[in-house]
Structure formats: structure tokens, C-alpha cells
């Protein structure tokens, strides 16, 4: 037989363009407009109904950037429309749509004139059913139409003005399309979702397999069946056609889909929080809407914040998801506040994420998620798996890792072992979309790519428009129906994350497993841009630690203070809305940071007010100064945890010339700064040895090239190190007047950037500090901090949530070589036997470690560098420009616990109160091992002390929690302080004795008497 199959694949294609498609709406009819343009930002619906529309042209240009139209629309529906047997009634809503972009463009949602969301309209969802206007002849309602501009601009990464109001222009964004009562021939339809799931399907199919060839044949046969000038009429012959095709079952060991409805609404990123707002609106209320036409219909939720929103600013929108919840259909997941960045977030705010999550969650809905739920952050912490245990849950998925740039995951299926030993079975749906419209070409691939056949039957595939909302449609619901049990298919069934999760533990029992972080080989960027937005989050962090321990202590020290519960919970969720993955990663607009910027102002006021009002009620009036010490371990004298005089240091610091430069020293430590700026010398007395490398030098500015192939303001590639400028010419050096000359003073310029560096030594101070001001002003440029430090360290330690993970810094394997930018908390650490060095910053997670071998005398340099600053050009082309003050801290000598120790004192700036009473630590612990992360007061308002604290030194560690006030009992409990069992916790009537393995984390309740 001659070969005429692309023949027959260009006559389709045509066919359903020309014929099919303009024949799902037999006839339409232009309804009248009227409008008012909301002068700034939007409006309640019910205010702006109020206002006075104006008659409105179809076709007119409308939509300045980030503005608001709202239209009303009136009509009558012609006599008879929609009586015949396969006819409905439909508004249709083109608001000047490209059909490529759902979610990156404008978008609508339809209001009864009651105030009542109805659904919302979008490129690929333009109508509204005539039933749910009321079922009238009468057409009258609203649109609130948001002209939210394409900022992606087709993913070219150009600089953009559109990412800030003050930049975006006032240049209408759109046209008006058809917006028309419409009859909707449901015949017509079902034939082009038959014809879509055929066509995509046999393109998928291997030319060899007769299957494919029946389909085509089919789909021929319906196309000479049919007259192309009567689609509707001959529309039942040509699905008739069809049909034998599509009746034909899936083969016996086809894969099988748990097909999940989804919408990855991003809750800022190329818009920033106030659309998202709207955004979960309209597809949420999408999501209803479907969910009454097809009862089967399951949609996973994440983001508890979300709903939050929608509670607070559409209640009657709320009702009707409750009830949808408790139908089974809408479907809390991941039990997570937003869908966070896991790897910069502190130890507590990832645990919060999970108590603020799972608690409204349970509140609002009694769900209990048991699923932790990142298809689309970058990169996962190995510390996550114990924090989603602690939390009550059990499973974990994820997506991005098929973003890999060299190396791909082994597995699909599998369990994921944490820094503590906890495994957590985890799951990547092998479709390798959080988006899929379930499609031929993503069904297939999904059954191609499932990386454990054989042992696994299953895997997970989340529908529907996401990133920027829209959720499932009913052509991706006709696709599933379709494949359920389709030759050639995977058979795809609607069903929960739970059922999935099920289904795939029971049938494969025996899993590999992953080891340790999964780090995505990609966005390495976010780890540094926007220095601003990582400074406020690890400004809040410690903020907060402060405000819930003072706090906590004035609860339970005196009567007359009352906890201030609500208040922290507030400042707790926002801090938590800012660690979503397009937020702290600094991967959002403009308008994203600047609002970030705000809140965290606005969260350290707030803060610093809990904290002043907690310090005054515990240390009462008087004149004595006291240290009130935040961190876990003592400090300048005073007990951790507690409130005291300080301790005069034994030794005071000095500085001397040198040479040209200048000697730092305070008896413990000796620091040498040459006449560049430059650390020739860093000496811990205690062990009297060098570490700075022969013939380098340390606190090495270098100015990168920085220009990604593509998502500027995520990633950081590798050919960034082939363009290096090392600053060491120098403007000025020189003592510092302040303080008594115990700081040498830098300045110097990167390129057009005047830099300032304060290099001090404190009194006491174990470290050498380095507080590097910034006027930036460079674009595509990469900033890095270096010290070349004589160490043989075959691999770095760096600071997670709860403990650390440990990093080669060679390069034996492609694995080891991707991972040429990474993340650490307060520290990082390198050392070899008998000897390291800590190097802390305030906050800064950007990191690299290299290390090279000496010729003249065979000795290992190990470098380890920070990623101070970066100025990518999109989304935000002025990212990071401006003032920036970071501080970094170099510890010689150190050993892993100093190496914990210094990440405290760096973040945890000494906080001097005036007061009359010294304050004892409400919790003390043996051993400086376990360190106390958390010491708040209970959630459910007992009045009950809770006290968070882990092992972080990576060993067995033993020791006794005790507490300093009156308790009935220690009980362990989870992170929603729930009763748990807690391995190695052996409670007592008023301590906890604890025999912890390495990481593991522990929750305790103090029962007050």
C-alpha cells in the first residue's frame, strides 16, 4: 500500500480547523457591554456594580497594565436556542485571548449581580453555561476583567518594564474578542474531543504497530462520512465512525494513571500576590463549577494560605468549596501553608510551613493531609523527609527534579532517606508536567519515561492549566474518559493523591532508595538573587525565635502578661507567604520584592515591639544592662536562653600597622590585613596553625560575568567561572576611628559598584568578622567572597534545616560536578582531621567550595567562596541594585559543634536591656550537642511550653532536657503537638532524658502546673 499517512494527517488537521472547530457553535449573537475601568487597584465586586458603566464598543482596545475593567454584559437569548436534543445555551467571553499563553495573560471572572461568583473565563475557558446565569431568557451580568500583562513575552528572558506599576506604561494590553450568546451543538463537541484524543494518541504510536494505522484509517473513514458543509448534521456518522476505534480496550499490562485535577497557582511571580488573590478565585471557582457537571471529577489543592484568601475575601465562593470538600471532590494536599523554597528556609519555618498548613487544613476542613506537596520548587532538602514525618505525614511529590540539566533520577518511585535516617516514600510523576491536558504525547511519555516497570504499575499525573491558575477543563475530562481503557493508552482513572499513594505502596513494598538532598541541577541562581528579599527572611527567622521565646518567657514568669498568640500566628504566616518558591528564590517581578521588602519592615517593627514588651514584663525597671541571649549556647557569660549581665572579656582586642596593612588580635584569634585589603594570615591561638593557603590570600572579592542561557534571575551556569575580575585594587585602608580601632576599613570599587568592607575583631570573639557594604549598581554580574584556606577537605559540611549535609568538592562524578553552586544556611565548614574552618554569614545561602593542589609543597587549598550579590535582567530588570549590607564571619580552628555555634552568634546580633532582674532560661540542656530551636507556647492556647530542639552535630548525643518551672509532665509530641513517639525520649516528671541519633529532631510539651 503507497504511503499517504501524512496526507491523511495534513487533511485532519486542516478538518478540524476549518470544520470542526467553527461548528461547535452553530450560531452566536454579540450581546451588549457597558463598562467601568477601575482607576487603580481592584475593587470589591459589590462596589464596583455600584459605579457607572458606560456603553462599551466590541472590538475596542482596553487594559493598561495591572488595570482592571469590569463589563457589563446584557442580552436575551433568541427563541428556541438550544431546544434540539443536543443543544445548551452558552455566553461566550474572549476578552482578546492568545490562545499559547493560559494564565501569563488576561483573565475574568463572571459575578451575578448579587455578588456571587459564577465561573471564571480564560483563553482556553471562554463560556459560561446559560443555566448558571439563572436559566432565564434574560442575560445580565458582569465580568471583572484583569489585564494583566504577558511578562514572559515568550520566554526570550529580555528586560521587561511590565514587572512594576511604575514602569509598565498605560498603553492598552488587548483587543475585545467576540463576546456573544452562543448555542453549543454538544455532538459537535464530543466529535472534536474524540478526534483530539485519536489524533494525539496515533501520533504517539509506533509507525510499525497496526494500531496506529487503524486510527488513521478511522479518522479518514469520519472525515469521507462527513460534509464539510454540514458539520453539525453529519457530526453523529463521523464520532459513529469512530467509535469501533475507540471502544477497543487498553492492553493487560498497559501503565496505569491516577490522573489528579491541579492548578500550580504560583502565589507571586510574573504577578505579584494581590492577582494571585484573584487568580485562586477564578480557578477555584472553575474548579466548583466542573465539579457539579461531572461528580467523579477530583482536584488536589495545596496551599493552605490560598484558601486563606479566599475565605477571608470570597466567603461565598469558601462555602461552596466546603461543601465540594466534604463530597470528596476538592481535596486538600500537602498540608503546607504556600508550596515553599525548601532549601533556605530555616529548621522552624519549614516545621511551621507544616503547623500552619495542616492545622487550618484540620480546622477548616478536618482534612489531615498526608502528603507533602513540590512539584515545582527548586530542589528538596535532605532534611525534609524527618520534618514531614514529625508532621504526621507520610508520603512526598515532587516534579522539578526532571529539570535536571545533566543527571537524571533513577527512579521514579522510591523511598527518600533524610539527614536523620527517616525515610518517606516519595513519588515524581514520569508525565514530567505539573500541567498535563492529558494528552497523547503526555500519557505516553508518562508510560515511556516510568523509570520502575516491572516492579511498579502506577504513577500520578496532576491536570489542569497551572502556574499561572486556570485548573482542568472539560475537553481534559473528556480526554480522561476517553482513555480510561483505550488500546495503544495508558489506562488513565480520575482519583485522589491519596488513592494513588495507595495503590503504589501496596504494590511495591521493596523500594530503592535515595540517600541524602535531591538537588535540582538548575536555578543554582535563587540562592543569591534578590539579596534584600533572604536578608528580611533570615532577619524574621531570628526575630522570630527572639519574640516567641521572651514571650513565652513573660507568660510563664509573671501573671500579668498575657501571650500574644494571634499576633505571632500573623507574623508567622506572612513570613511563611514569603519563603514560596518565586518569592525567597528572588525569582519574581519587581512588585513581588518590593511588597517583600515592605513586610519584612513591617514584620521587624512588629517584632521588635513583642520582644521589647516580653523583656520589660520579665526584667522589670532599673538601670542593670543585661544580655538577653537568644541562642542555644552561652554567651559573653550568660546561660542560653536566658537574660543576664554580661561578662567582661578576659582580653581586649587590638589592632597595629603592619607593614603597610594592618594586625588584628584578641588573644584568641590573630588576623593579618595587607595593604590590598587582603586576610594574609588567620591564626586561632589554640592551635597556633595557619589558615590561610601559602601565597593566597582571603576575603577575595571577585566580579563574574554572569550571563545564563536562559531564567536569568534562577540560574547560575557553570561557564560563569571562564570570566573572573579578582578586585584587589584598592581605594583605601585603613583603621577604623570607631570602636576603638579594633576594625580595618576597605573600600574599593567593582566595576561601577563603590564597595566598603569592615573587618573587625571583637573582644572575646573566637571569629574575624567582615561586613561588606555595597552601593550596586552592575547588571549581569555575579559577586563571590573567597578564602583560600590551607585545608585538606574532601568534602564541605553545610548548615540545613535541623542539621547539615555534607558535600564532595571534587568533581569525580557528573553528579559531584553539578553541583558547582550550593546551599547553606548560617555556616558552611570544611576541615580535614584534627583541624576546620567556619564560615558563617548573616545572610547569604549562595555558596561554592573547590580545591586544588599546591606544586611547591603538595598541600590542598580548599577555597570557599559566598555569593554575595547578583544582577540578573529578568524578570526584574533591576534586580538587586542599590544599598546592601551582608556579614560574613571566618572561624579558624573550629570544629563542626563551633561551627553551629558561630551560625548563632552571627544571626543572633546581642540584644542589650535595661532592666532590675536577671532572667532564668525557662528550659536548660546538658549537653550543647542538642540544640533548643524553639521554646513557644502551645497552639492550642494551654498555656502549655513547647521546646523544639535537634542533634546537630551528625552523632549520638546524650543529655538531659530540664525544665526551670513548675510542670505536671514532659511529653514528647509531633510538629501539630499531637502525643508521638519519640525514639531515644525518656520523659520524666518535670525533664526529658534523650539519647538522640544524629539530625533527629524532637517536639516536647511542658505541662505547667
Known amino acids: 500500500m503507497h504511503d499517504d499517512r501524512r496526507i491523511t494527517e495534513v487533511r485532519l488537521e486542516r478538518f478540524v480547523r476549518e470544520r470542526i472547530t467553527p461548528a461547535i457553535y452553530s450560531r452566536s449573537l454579540p450581546l451588549t457591554l457597558s463598562s467601568w475601568d477601575v482607576p487603580d487597584e481592584p475593587v470589591p465586586a459589590l462596589e464596583a456594580m455600584r459605579q457607572d458603566f458606560q456603553p462599551q464598543e466590541h472590538g475596542a482596545p482596553w487594559g493598561k497594565p495591572w488595570g482592571t475593567k469590569w463589563l457589563r454584559v446584557q442580552g436575551e437569548v433568541p427563541e428556541f436556542w438550544g431546544a434540539a436534543p443536543d443543544t445548551t445555551v452558552e455566553v461566550v467571553v474572549d476578552l482578546g485571548f492568545t490562545i499559547e499563553v493560559p494564565g501569563f495573560q488576561c483573565e475574568g471572572i463572571a459575578w451575578r449581580a448579587d455578588g456571587s461568583i459564577i465561573k471564571a473565563v480564560s483563553p482556553r475557558n471562554q463560556y459560561i453555561p446559560l443555566k448558571l446565569l439563572g436559566g432565564g431568557m434574560a442575560v445580565d451580568f458582569y465580568v471583572e476583567a484583569a489585564a494583566n500583562p504577558d511578562v514572559a513575552q515568550g520566554w526570550t528572558f529580555a528586560a521587561t518594564p511590565y514587572g512594576d506599576k511604575s514602569t509598565a506604561g498605560t498603553a492598552p494590553q488587548y483587543r475585545l474578542g467576540n463576546i456573544a450568546i452562543a448555542e453549543l451543538n454538544q455532538t459537535v463537541w464530543e466529535l472534536q474531543q474524540d478526534i483530539w484524543t485519536l489524533s494525539g494518541l496515533m501520533e504517539q504510536l ?34 459513529e465512525a469512530l467509535a469501533e476505534v475507540l471502544a477497543r480496550p487498553a492492553y493487560a499490562s498497559a501503565h496505569q494513571l491516577v490522573a489528579t485535577g491541579h492548578a500550580h497557582i504560583d502565589s507571586a511571580w510574573l504577578w505579584p500576590v494581590r492577582e494571585t488573590i484573584r487568580k485562586c478565585a477564578r480557578t477555584f471557582s472553575n474548579v466548583v463549577a466542573l465539579m457539579d457537571e461531572y461528580p467523579d471529577f477530583v482536584f488536589s489543592c495545596s496551599s493552605a494560605q490560598q484558601l486563606a484568601w479566599i475565605k477571608e475575601f470570597y466567603p461565598e465562593l469558601f462555602g461552596r468549596i466546603r461543601e465540594k470538600v466534604r463530597a470528596g471532590q476538592f481535596v486538600p494536599v500537602g498540608g503546607m501553608w504556600v508550596e515553599s523554597d525548601t532549601n533556605m528556609p530555616g529548621g522552624e519555618a519549614m516545621a511551621r510551613q507544616f503547623v500552619e498548613g495542616k492545622s487550618f487544613f484540620l480546622d477548616e476542613f478536618g482534612v489531615d ?564 530551636e524553639a521554646v513557644k507556647l502551645a497552639e492550642d492556647g494551654s498555656g502549655d511550653v513547647i521546646v523544639r530542639l535537634y542533634e546537630s552535630l551528625g552523632q549520638r548525643s546524650a543529655g538531659r532536657l530540664t525544665a526551670n518551672f513548675p510542670v505536671r509532665r514532659v511529653t514528647p509530641v509531633d510538629l501539630l503537638e499531637r502525643p508521638a513517639e519519640a525514639c531515644g525520649v525518656e520523659p520524666g516528671p518535670d525533664s526529658a532524658e534523650l539519647l538522640l541519633r544524629p539530625f533527629q529532631l524532637v517536639t516536647l510539651r511542658l505541662a505547667r502546673r
Not at 497496526?210 to 454540514?230: F, N, Q, S
Not at 491536558?437 to 511498579?456: K, T, V
Open 369 to 932: 493531609c498526608q502528603e507533602a506537596w513540590l512539584p515545582d520548587s527548586f530542589g528538596y532538602s535532605a532534611a525534609l523527609p524527618q520534618i514531614v514525618k514529625s508532621a504526621g505525614s507520610k508520603w512526598f511529590l515532587t516534579q522539578k527534579i526532571s529539570w535536571n540539566q545533566t543527571n537524571r533520577m533513577p527512579h521514579h518511585t522510591f523511598n527518600w532517606e533524610g539527614i536523620d535516617g527517616t525515610r518517606l516514600f516519595t513519588h515524581f510523576p514520569p508525565v514530567d508536567t505539573y500541567n498535563s491536558e492529558l494528552s497523547g504525547r503526555e500519557l505516553a511519555h508518562a508510560e515511556r519515561n516510568y523509570r520502575d516497570h516491572g516492579r511498579g504499575t502506577v504513577s500520578l499525573v496532576p491536570f489542569g492549566y497551572g502556574d499561572g491558575g486556570g485548573g482542568p477543563t472539560r475537553e481534559m475530562l473528556a480526554a480522561a474518559a476517553r482513555t480510561a481503557d483505550l488500546e495503544g493508552s495508558p489506562k488513565v482513572r480520575i482519583g485522589s493523591a491519596a488513592s494513588f499513594f495507595q495503590q503504589a505502596e501496596a504494590e511495591y513494598p521493596s523500594l530503592p532508595v535515595w540517600v541524602g538532598e535531591m538537588y535540582l541541577e538548575l536555578h543554582r541562581g535563587t540562592y543569591t538573587s534578590q539579596a534584600r528579599t533572604k536578608k528580611g527572611n533570615r532577619r524574621s527567622e531570628h526575630l522570630l525565635r527572639e519574640a516567641e521565646l521572651w514571650c513565652a518567657t513573660a507568660a510563664v514568669r509573671t501573671d500579668s502578661y498575657t501571650y500574644p498568640a494571634a499576633e505571632l500566628k500573623r507574623l508567622w504566616r506572612l513570613v511563611l507567604l514569603q519563603q514560596f518558591h518565586d518569592i525567597l528564590p528572588g525569582s519574581s517581578i519587581a512588585w513581588v520584592h518590593q511588597d517583600a521588602e515592605r513586610n519584612y519592615e513591617a514584620i521587624a517593627v512588629a517584632l521588635e515591639v513583642l520582644i521589647a514588651g516580653a523583656a520589660a514584663a520579665v526584667l522589670g525597671t532599673g538601670e542593670r544592662t543585661f544580655l538577653l541571649n537568644a541562642a542555644p549556647h552561652p554567651r559573653s557569660g550568660v546561660p542560653a536562653l536566658a537574660a543576664a549581665e554580661p561578662a567582661a572579656p578576659a582580653l581586649p582586642s587590638r589592632a597595629a600597622a603592619q607593614d603597610g596593612g594592618y594586625v588584628l588580635d584578641n588573644g584568641i584569634v590573630r588576623a593579618v590585613v595587607d595593604a590590598d585589603g587582603l586576610i594574609t594570615s588567620l591564626k586561632d591561638y589554640a592551635s597556633g596553625r595557619e589558615a590561610i593557603a601559602p601565597g593566597e590570600r582571603g576575603n577575595l572579592l571577585e566580579l563574574h560575568r554572569d550571563t545564563p542561557n536562559e531564567w536569568d534571575a534562577w540560574d547560575i551556569d557553570e561557564f560563569y567561572r571562564r570570566n573572573v575580575t579578582p578586585l584587589t585594587s584598592v581605594q583605601c585602608v585603613r583603621l577604623d576611628d570607631d570602636g576603638g580601632g579594633t576594625a580595618v576599613v576597605v573600600e574599593r570599587m567593582a566595576g561601577s559598584s563603590a564597595i566598603s568592607q569592615r573587618i573587625s575583631l571583637a573582644a572575646g570573639s573566637p571569629s574575624l568578622s567582615i561586613t561588606t557594604s555595597a552601593d550596586w549598581q552592575e547588571r549581569e554580574k555575579l559577586l563571590k567572597l573567597g578564602f583560600a584556606l590551607d585545608v585538606r577537605a574532601d568534602r564541605s559540611a553545610a548548615e540545613t534545616q535541623f542539621g547539615h549535609v555534607f558535600r564532595a568538592t571534587h568533581t569525580n562524578t557528573s553528579w559531584e560536578a553539578a553541583k558547582f553552586e550550593i546551599c547553606a544556611h548560617r555556616w558552611i565548614h570544611v576541615g580535614e582531621p584534627g583541624y576546620g574552618v567556619a564560615v558563617s554569614n548573616s545572610s547569604t545561602y549562595g555558596h561554592d567550595v573547590g580545591r586544588s593542589i599546591r606544586e611547591a609543597d603538595g598541600g590542598t587549598t580548599t577555597t570557599v567562596r559566598l555569593s554575595l550579590l547578583r544582577a540578573p535582567k529578568f524578570p526584574d530588570p533591576d534586580a538587586d541594585r542599590g544599598q546592601h549590607e551582608l556579614t560574613v564571619t571566618i572561624r579558624p580552628g573550629a570544629d563542626i559543634a563551633g561551627a553551629v555555634q558561630e551560625g548563632y552568634r552571627t544571626n543572633l546580633v546581642p540584644r542589650l536591656v535595661k532592666g532590675g532582674t536577671p532572667v532564668e532560661p525557662l528550659v536548660s540542656v546538658s549537653n550543647a550537642a542538642l540544640v533548643v
Open 206 to 239: 509506533p509507525w510499525e504497530q497496526p494500531r496506529r494505522h487503524g486510527i488513521l484509517r478511522a479518522l479518514e473513514r469520519m472525515m469521507d462520512l462527513m460534509d464539510p458543509d454540514d458539520v453539525p448534521g453529519t457530526a453523529a456518522a463521523g464520532r
